[in-house]
Structures are given as structure tokens and as C-alpha cells.
């Protein structure tokens, strides 16, 4: 046999002996194309970090802006794509035009939640069966409770007390304003002169649920009810309560969820706008990530409101509303650097926060100090006080300084983010137009989760139920599409 396979091959003109010689390089580059292209999930020894490296690998990325040198390149394929057509040219290129984008832009597009199917379930957590939103009040609030969490924000830049430079002049002129501008009060409520003490002795030793239901609207007024009242320039508000923030970019691993939390409705914004900054808020219904919004109806907020009760609890609120107001500010701070604008910005208080129990307030602001493309983010103290004191003679000042930030704040900065909005580069195309002449989007939706579950098993059980729902890929809608994979039909025997 060996004879007449060497007779075959001498016919072909081969030669037997180079033919043996070159048999193990072809076995070695069969065996190294084989580990290359194969994608093994990590191993348990690896541990958390290699494992979310190896995720990352397996997820839909954003293309890299290209160079000139690429964009100039002698392909004749290239010379057909037409740049001024943004979707035939991801069709045909994979990647959107790089005239699109800003160099940086691509760090604040919207971003893809984590699929449901590639978060850890753990049968035995209450967490992984029960919505944050519909969970015990207290359990919210754990990673809060902890001096440490102090130095987790720093690390983030964020800083619970002044810089060295402090807030500009204007500023402080007007917190001051906004502490002592009159307001008028709800003439009847528990805060009435005759009700007051018998209020405050009844919630005094009480949960917060109590504290809430009884006066927490009594020092932090509902901004839509106060339009439903008559204050028409505040229709453009809209407000959440107890809802976790899960169309916003976390911040330190988990997203913020306020007691109360106002920001701006979509319908304040001109379709115009909407257009503009649809790139970066991407598709809020299905829970994209975004830097410029909290919940899926709520852009930019501005203020938020916890409580607390018990020893420390007014620490632990003030701890949750540094989160999330230094992830209001930072969405302002995001948007003013898109058009160079972040000077303006610099050292004005853009956030503000209330935190108290049954009978104490905390009033603070937040501002960011930027150093080029450096930002931090610090605290103002505006006022604390003990409303139940002489005979309650600041038991309103709560609630007044609050409508001063509707009434007067508000306004002034709902214009400068409209301002910024407007010089924002139109780009001509939408996500949900691509996704749906496409269908693109739910192709990688389904690569992703289908490639990304093996891996992403084998991180640590604890690490990855504190990264639950953070982003981790940017938006499948700007993201190259791998090669598919067919499934092998089983061969059938004769």
C-alpha cells in the first residue's frame, strides 16, 4: 500500500520525502489555527478578573475611530461606500464614518445593559428573584452604611466636602438666595402651628416609611404637584420615587436608587433636541445606559431626596445623595465638554440634595472643579437644622428652599443645558432606524449572550451580583458584527 501511495504521488509530481517533512509543520499549524480560533471559557483559577477580560473579548465592541492613514487607504471597495451616507457605510465598512465623531465622543454614546441571560442567578439570593424597586427599604441602603463607601466615591472623584477653591461667588450668592427668598406654604397639613408638635412626637420613634408618608413632602414639595396646582413653568418636571436609576452609567458598580429624585421630561425638550442627543441616550425604553439620563423618562436631574431614621441615618443618606448628584452633575459636565463649553460650568453648583429623619435636615450642593480634562466633584454645605426646635421656626425652610430651586434655579438651567443641546454635532441617522432595516441589533444581542454565558459563569458568585446591570459593551448599534455560526446537522448514518 505504501508502494502504490508513493507511485500515486510520484505521478503528481511529489516528491515522498518533502511531503514526510513538511507533515508535522502542517499538523503544528492545524493544532495552532485550532487553539486561536477556539474560545475557551476562563478557568475557576483564573478567578474574577480574567474572566471579565475574557468577556469583553467575546462582546460586541465599539470600532476604534480609524486613522486618516485607513481612511485614505488604496481600497478599491472603499472608493464605492459614500461617507455622507452613514448607514451604507456601516453596512459595507462595519464601522460608522469617522466625520461622525468628535475624537473622545465615543466614550458617552449609549450603552447596552448586560442581557438578563449573562447575570449570575444565585438560588438562594432574594436579590436575584426580587426588584430592587419592590425590595425592603433598608436592604437598598447596605453598601451606603460603611465609612469606607467615602473613599470608594473619592476614588471615583467625588468628594464629600469642599474644595480648596470652594464654589464661585455667584454660587454662594445664590445659595444664600435660595435659602431666603419668601415662598407660600400649604395652608393646611400636619406642619399647621397647631399640629406641628403633635406631628413630630407621632413620627419621632417611627420607620421611614412613616417619616416619608407623614412630612417628607412637607420639607421636599413634589415638583408635579406643585404643577398640578397651577405652576404651569414646572410642567417640564417629572419625578421618581423609590425607582432604581437604570438608565444611568453607574458610578461606583451599582446605580443610584432616591427616596425622591427630580429631573427633566422628554416632552421639555424640542424634537430638534431629542434628535441630537439621541446618540447618547441611545434606546431608553429597552434600557440603555446613558450619562444624561436617571430613569427611562428622566433627563438630567437635579435634585434628590432620602431619609433615614436611627443612629447614623442621616450619614447614610447623605452618602446616597453624593452618589447620585455627583452623577447629575457629571451628566452636565459630560454634555458642556462636548461643545467646549466646560468652562462655564466649572465650580457652579449643578445638583443639589436634602437629606433627613424626623426631625433634622441636611441641604447640600454639588460642583464639579475641572483641570483640563481632569474633573472632581465636591460638596457645598448649604444648611443643616433641627426643624423641631423653637417651636419650629425652620420647619418650612426646607421646603421654601426647595421651590426657590423650581422657581428660580431651575429655569436658568434648564436654558443653559437647552443652549448646549443646540451645538451639539447632528449626526443624520438613528439607532431604532438602523436596528429595524437591518436587523443587526438583536443578531448581536444574541451572539453576545449566546458567546458571553460560559464565561461569565465562572466569575466569583458575590462579585458578580454587585455587578449586575452595569455596562460593559457599548451599544450592539455601533458595533461590528462577527461571523455567524452555523450549528452542524448530526450526520446520518447509511
Not at 502542517?26 to 475574557?54: F, H, N, V
Not at 423653637?390 to 436658568?412: H, I, R, S
Not at 459563569?457 to 455560526?485: C, Y
Request: one cysteine or more.
Amino acid at each position: 500500500m505504501a508502494q502504490t501511495r508513493a507511485q500515486g504521488d510520484a505521478k503528481r509530481g511529489r516528491n515522498p520525502e518533502d511531503q514526510d517533512q513538511d507533515a508535522p509543520t502542517r499538523k503544528r499549524q492545524r493544532l495552532k489555527t485550532y487553539y486561536k480560533s477556539s474560545k475557551e471559557p476562563p478557568s475557576r483559577g483564573k478567578g474574577r478578573k480574567q474572566a471579565i477580560e475574557d468577556t469583553r473579548d467575546l462582546c460586541p465592541t465599539l470600532s476604534p475611530r480609524p486613522s486618516a492613514a485607513d481612511d485614505t487607504s488604496g481600497n478599491t471597495a472603499a472608493n464605492d461606500v459614500d461617507p455622507n451616507n452613514p448607514i451604507d457605510f456601516w453596512r459595507k465598512e462595519g464601522r460608522w464614518p469617522s466625520q461622525l465623531f468628535e475624537p473622545g465622543m465615543e466614550r458617552l454614546l449609549a450603552r447596552k445593559r448586560l442581557p438578563p441571560v449573562l447575570r449570575r442567578k444565585r438560588s438562594n439570593s432574594a436579590s436575584s428573584q426580587t426588584p430592587s424597586d419592590q425590595r425592603p427599604r433598608e436592604e437598598k441602603s447596605t453598601q451606603y452604611r460603611d465609612q469606607p463607601y467615602e473613599t470608594l466615591l473619592a476614588t471615583e472623584g467625588s468628594f464629600m466636602f469642599k474644595s480648596k477653591l470652594d464654589v464661585t461667588i455667584e454660587s454662594k450668592a445664590l445659595c444664600k438666595q435660595l435659602l431666603e427668598k419668601e415662598q407660600t406654604f400649604p395652608e393646611n397639613s400636619l406642619f399647621r402651628d397647631d399640629l406641628f408638635d403633635s406631628t413630630c412626637e407621632k413620627i419621632r420613634s417611627r420607620n421611614e416609611a412613616r417619616v416619608i408618608q407623614d412630612i417628607s413632602r412637607l420639607i421636599v414639595p413634589s415638583a408635579e404637584s406643585l404643577a398640578t396646582y397651577g405652576a404651569e413653568h414646572l410642567e417640564s418636571l417629572t419625578e421618581s420615587v423609590n425607582e432604581g436609576w437604570n438608565n444611568s452609567i453607574p458610578l461606583t458598580g451599582t446605580r443610584p436608587q432616591p427616596d425622591y429624585s427630580v429631573g427633566f421630561r422628554r416632552e421639555a425638550f424640542t424634537k430638534g433636541q431629542l434628535e441630537k442627543l439621541s446618540p447618547y441616550i441611545g434606546d431608553f425604553i429597552t434600557g440603555d445606559l446613558s450619562f444624561f439620563m436617571a430613569t427611562y423618562y428622566i433627563y438630567f436631574p437635579f435634585l434628590a431626596c432620602e431619609v433615614k431614621c436611627g443612629t447614623g441615618g442621616l450619614e447614610v443618606a447623605d452618602r446616597q445623595n453624593a452618589h447620585s448628584m455627583t452623577m447629575a452633575a457629571r451628566a452636565i459636565v459630560e454634555l458642556f465638554r462636548i461643545v467646549e463649553r466646560e468652562n462655564e460650568i466649572d465650580r457652579q453648583i449643578l445638583s443639589f440634595s436634602v437629606s433627613h429623619d424626623h426631625n433634622t435636615v441636611h441641604i447640600y450642593g454639588y460642583y464639579p472643579v475641572i483641570n483640563g480634562d481632569k474633573t472632581e466633584y465636591y460638596r457645598h454645605p448649604i444648611h443643616e437644622f433641627v426643624f423641631t426646635a423653637l417651636d419650629g421656626k425652620e420647619k418650612w425652610t426646607a421646603y421654601q428652599f426647595t421651590k426657590n430651586v423650581y422657581n428660580t434655579w431651575m429655569p436658568d438651567h434648564f436654558k443653559r443645558i437647552c443652549s448646549a443641546i443646540d451645538q451639539l454635532p447632528k449626526v443624520d441617522f438613528n439607532v431604532q432606524a438602523l436596528s429595524e432595516s437591518t436587523g443587526l441589533s438583536r443578531g448581536l444581542e444574541n451572539m453576545a449572550a449566546s458567546d458571553a454565558n460560559s464565561a461569565l459563569l465562572l466569575v466569583d458568585e458575590d462579585d458578580q451580583s454587585n455587578k449586575a446591570g452595569q455596562a460593559v459593551t457599548p451599544s450592539t448599534s455601533f458595533s461590528k458584527p462577527g461571523p455567524a455560526k452555523r450549528r452542524k446537522s448530526p450526520v446520518k448514518k447509511a
